[in-house]
């Protein structure tokens, strides 16, 4: 039963900052801020992102759809 992990012991993910010492304030506001949009896009596209549905690529396939095939 090694399959089982309890996770409630695991740390959250997180993401580490350490200030560049020769960047102006401006600049590091600017990087922090294309960072968070970067993580919020991924997550907006991901949540938007239809789930993935094997049967009916398998089914467009068999009917000479799938657009990979023609």
């Known amino acids: ?27 590091e506001i600017a990087t922090l801020a294309a960072v968070y949009r970067f993580v919020l896009d991924s997550r907006a596209k991901k949540e938007a992102a239809p789930e993935s549905r094997p049967d009916d690529a398998r089914k467009d396939q068999d009917a000479g759809t799938y657009p990979h095939c023609t």
């Open 1 to 27: 039963m090694g399959a089982a992990q309890n996770i409630a012991g695991q740390p959250l993910p997180h993401i580490a900052y350490a200030p560049r010492p020769d960047a102006t304030p401006e600049a």
